[in-house]
């Protein structure tokens, strides 16, 4: 006689975690390890009764043919003969309503023994489907004193949907490089701050008295009017590094503060901004170190990032310097998302933002539409909350900070707007990926982040990206539980030469196998080598003849080539048939061509 399940099981009772600072300047501004080895997705669906629990039971649905349908000790009989050939002893409990066998596994059971057990019954031609018993927990809110103050987190109408993302990760075994003003002490921080550095090399702009160190502590980051430039009011401390930490990875049902959106990641910080801004130099050689790259003099950095967030940018093209630091930080598997700027103006004059190989990040209101400051265009990727004080402080995004207004003083929370605090929020989301998916590159990151987005409820004018950052529908998309990862892929790799200031070129794609229309984000990728890519329009073609702009030309834009995901509402058009990709050159002197593209439904 065994003993009952209900006697011996423990009970699991958890409850579920169911301003604008970047602005206009010739200077950056202050606006942006390796995880453990997991299971597999499919592995982790099939054998968890919750993340992190392995099922000790099985729910069996038999054929309407099968005498285990129908008899209870047929079902029996089969359960005791497949826990024999996968070498456990399992028992019939009972029949579900819906006539499927409920079947206990045994105690002690690895998540290879359940996936044996599984494997027992699917061979099993009688055998309809067979899932485990799954554990479902009660959705409340963490207990977190001042979580209800942040709607960008869970309200329905423009939050992030982040609350649903954490029944299946909190973000552990990632480690996000926060490159910013560096962090002052903050005890709702303090559990998940790892080492980072300080890589501002100019004294002046330091404010702490040195130069380049490994303590990426924030001294403050004021000034008086006149300082940063002629006509440039006085400025109190922003402490903006340490909100933007917060909004990633800051403690989470500790009653007390706020919730992070990856609770279980870390936060490196690392420190670029300080009086007056930061340089470029400083910048790069920070997305080096914090990806696990080399940087002459500087100690190996010991907390690899797997993500890294910049709310930080600049007035103009994306130089090749840093657009070469992105490069190698993504080649090394490391995800970068940035801000996309303040300005109200279109991202491609504003980098980091206009950068290829990162995620391009606008700002929208609580109301779901764009933000009236944030920066728009057809290089951003994904929008975020970034809130819009102008409607009332506390519409805007709820962080971590510090009460001093020059030099550090107690620690406090503040609402700030911006594409500074949106960012964050799709660095976190990038945490959450990562760590339920180890296995996850930085493009297919993206990928996911895009295809699981939904519209803006909201108006945007001049581009947006896919739409709204949706972190539940995104994490099960990418830990095999919902959603979409991307869809079927089409690709040209043919390569066609763009003319100088020629006529325009066009590059098919036959599309096939799909049934009805496009979908209504359509991911257009684009890979074209040019010297100037503000010479180039391109445009999408549909098979009836219809074209989508995806990039107008820019006598700004004169950063090199065009790497990037495009979005398309292609809804109304048949997806079968040859799409076509046209770029034309308007303009003399700049060469290029057309490496490969591909269309993602």
Request: glycine share 12%; net charge negative; with cysteine.
């Amino acid at each position: 006689m065994r003993t009952s399940p209900s006697l011996r099981r423990k009970l699991i009772s958890v409850a579920a975690v169911s301003a604008a600072l970047l602005t206009a300047g010739t200077t950056s501004v202050a606006v942006a390890q390796e995880p453990a080895p997991q299971a597999s997705p499919d592995l982790a669906a099939r054998t968890e009764a919750a993340p992190g629990v392995t099922a000790e039971r099985l729910i069996v649905g038999y054929k309407p043919s099968a005498s285990e349908a129908k008899s209870n000790k047929a079902a029996e009989a089969d359960a005791a003969a497949k826990g024999k050939e996968a070498g456990e002893q399992l028992d019939f409990q009972r029949r579900l309503g819906t006539g499927a066998a409920l079947v206990d596994l045994g105690e002690d059971l690895t998540k290879t023994d359940v996936a044996d057990v599984i494997a027992e019954y699917q061979a099993d031609p009688q055998v309809a489907y067979v899932v485990p018993d799954r554990l479902n927990k009660p959705q409340a809110d963490p207990n977190d004193t001042d979580y209800a103050k942040q709607w960008d987190l869970f309200e329905a109408t423009a939050g992030m949907n982040v609350p649903g993302a954490w029944n299946t990760t909190t973000g552990t075994g990632v480690t996000v490089a926060v490159i910013d003003t560096g962090y002052v002490a903050h005890s709702d921080l303090a559990p998940n701050i790892v080492g980072g550095y300080d890589f501002i090399a100019d004294t002046a702009v330091a404010v702490d008295g040195n130069g380049r160190d490994s303590d990426p502590s924030d001294p403050g980051d004021w000034y008086a009017a006149g300082e940063c430039g002629a006509g440039v009011p006085a400025s109190n401390s922003s402490w903006h590094g340490t909100h933007v930490a917060g909004t990633i990875a800051a403690a989470t049902d500790n009653a007390k503060g706020m919730a992070g959106i990856a609770y279980g990641a870390k936060i490196s910080p690392i420190r670029v901004l300080g009086k007056c801004g930061g340089y470029d130099s400083d910048i790069i050689d920070a997305i080096t170190w914090a990806s696990g790259g080399t940087v002459s003099g500087v100690p190996a950095n010991t907390n690899v990032a797997k993500v890294i967030n910049m709310s930080l940018g600049g007035d103009g093209a994306c130089t090749s310097a840093t657009q070469n630091a992105i490069n190698a930080a993504v080649g090394r598997g490391t995800t970068v998302v940035v801000a996309s700027g303040n300005d109200n103006e279109n991202v491609a004059n504003h980098s980091p933002g206009n950068c290829n190989n990162v995620i391009s990040v606008a700002a929208t209101s609580r109301t779901g539409a764009k933000a009236s400051y944030s920066n728009y265009g057809s290089l951003i990727d994904i929008s975020a909350p970034g809130g819009q004080t102008s409607t009332g402080t506390a519409n805007g995004i709820y962080s971590t900070l510090n009460s001093g207004t020059k030099t550090p003083s107690t620690e406090s929370y503040a609402f700030y707007q911006g594409t500074s605090m949106a960012t964050p929020h799709v660095a976190g989301l990038a945490a959450l990926m990562k760590s339920a998916n180890s296995a996850l590159t930085p493009a297919q990151i993206e990928s996911a982040i895009k295809a699981n987005a939904r519209p803006l409820p909201g108006a945007c004018s001049g581009g947006c990206g896919a739409g709204l950052a949706d972190a539940t529908k995104t994490v099960q998309a990418v830990s095999g539980s919902g959603g979409s990862t991307g869809g079927t892929t089409f690709t040209s790799a043919t390569a066609v030469n763009i003319p100088d200031a020629g006529s325009a070129v066009e590059s098919p794609i036959t599309v096939s196998g799909r049934s009805g229309n496009a979908p209504s984000a359509l991911q257009v990728g684009v890979d074209i080598t040019h010297t100037y890519r503000g010479d180039l329009v391109i445009d999408l073609v549909a098979p009836d003849g219809s074209a989508y702009r995806l990039k107008s030309s820019s006598t700004s834009d004169s950063a090199d080539n065009v790497l990037t995901t495009y979005t398309v509402n292609a809804s109304g058009e048949v997806a079968n048939g040859t799409w076509k990709l046209r770029v034309r050159d308007v303009a003399a002197q700049d060469t290029g061509r057309i490496n490969s593209w591909k269309l993602t439904f």
